[in-house]
């Protein structure tokens, strides 16, 4: 009998709804279709200088509670509407998680948190979820982790970041040149630009590459490139890089490359020396490099939620806590509010008078 050469490690495989029945089972309606259009639009606007407001990704690191995620969206709305002169503001819903060895990747991965991975469950719940903050009024944005997703999801997204781990890797380039909406690409995790660097002029090419059609075929997938790549700067090595002159050898990086001076700032990770309770002070350092004359900084990033801090997942999920992150540690929301009113408040009079 021929001995099996063959998915040896491989212990099944399940076929999962293809990307079109999805949309089909969960259309896009015109209320959600207008936000995603407006937030697009929007972001790319303040990357070319014709919007003078600023952006920020704010949220949960990752969405573990749909009914959370919610309830932090409604008290964004409404926060939104006090600061949509000066801050322009973008729900983080992070649905997968990149791991270093092993642990939760997230909803989409594992929806029920108990190592079942019912992907097509997260999948349905994943784009519920954005269809729902879509119809709200909320742009959304998330990370492009896995490369067949998006052909589930991106549809509703606003913004999209590409992480440290994954700036370096060519799928992640050649994925993000067909994007529909900007892509922050953050710097390598020692803190480097040149990955980024690199990423963001192979962003900006036509790429032709593997991946899966509407029908969830495999297909070549050609792309026309991406124009509204931009560095995310989120510290490495445990030091940080959003100081003046970090920012300012950024904007020098950036011109010798001939890319545009588009900055954002991640005000978590290495800059926060992964304390959440940090966070405020590197926002309020990014506001008076802006009050200063900074010309280059478009953007930042807030990881949020509820209440404070984070927790590990128990076996009994009824003693996780409300509101409170199962991955990176969050500011919570009175932090939050804050936060966000000072800056509305020392920058609503300066930005309309930037350059």
């Not at 801050?87 to 983080?92: A, G, P, S, T």
């Not at 999948?123 to 959304?140: N, S």
């Not at 990014?286 to 076996?315: A, D, K, R, T, Y």
Request: glycine share 8%; aromatic share 4%.
């Amino acid at each position: 009998m021929p001995t099996k050469i063959n998915n040896l490690n491989v212990e099944s495989q399940e076929v999962l709804i293809t990307p079109s029945d999805l949309h089909k089972e969960m259309p896009l309606t015109l209320a959600a279709r207008h936000t995603v259009e407006t937030g697009r639009e929007t972001i790319r606007n303040i990357l070319d200088r014709k919007d003078h407001r600023i952006f920020v990704v704010i949220g949960p690191c990752s969405i573990h509670d749909v009914d959370a995620a919610l309830d932090y969206a409604k008290r964004l709305k409404r926060l939104s509407e006090q600061v949509s002169d000066t801050v322009y503001l973008v729900m983080r819903v992070y649905f997968e998680k990149p791991r270093t060895t092993v642990g939760w990747k997230g909803l989409i991965n594992d929806p029920y948190m108990d190592d079942s991975f019912k992907i097509q469950d997260g999948l349905h719940i994943g784009r519920k979820l954005l269809l729902d903050l879509a119809e709200m009024g909320i742009p959304t944005s998330t990370e492009a982790l896995d490369p067949i997703s998006p052909q589930y999801l991106q549809d509703l997204i606003s913004w999209s970041a590409i992480g440290a781990r994954t700036t370096e890797s060519q799928t992640h380039r050649e994925m993000a040149s067909g994007l529909s909406c900007a892509v922050g690409f953050k710097n390598g995790t020692d803190g480097g630009l040149d990955v980024a660097v690199n990423a963001l002029k192979s962003v900006s090419s036509p790429h032709s590459f593997l991946g899966i059609n509407g029908e969830g075929q495999v297909s070549i997938i050609k792309t026309k490139g991406n124009g509204y790549g931009h560095v995310v700067l989120r510290g490495g090595n445990g030091k940080p890089n959003y100081d003046s002159v970090s920012i300012a050898q950024c904007e020098a990086t950036l011109d010798k490359a001939k890319l545009a001076p588009n900055i954002m700032v991640d005000c978590s990770h290495a800059n926060s020396n992964k304390d959440a309770s940090l966070q405020p002070l590197v926002a309020a350092n990014v506001v008076n490099q802006i009050l200063e004359g900074n010309q280059s900084i478009v953007g930042l990033m807030i990881e949020s939620h509820i209440n404070f801090g984070n927790q590990n997942i128990p076996s009994d999920l009824s003693q996780l806590k409300y509101g409170v992150s199962v991955t990176d540690a969050c500011i919570d929301w009175q932090t939050t509010e804050k936060m966000i009113l000072d800056m509305h408040d020392k920058l609503k009079d300066i930005l309309p008078n930037r350059n």
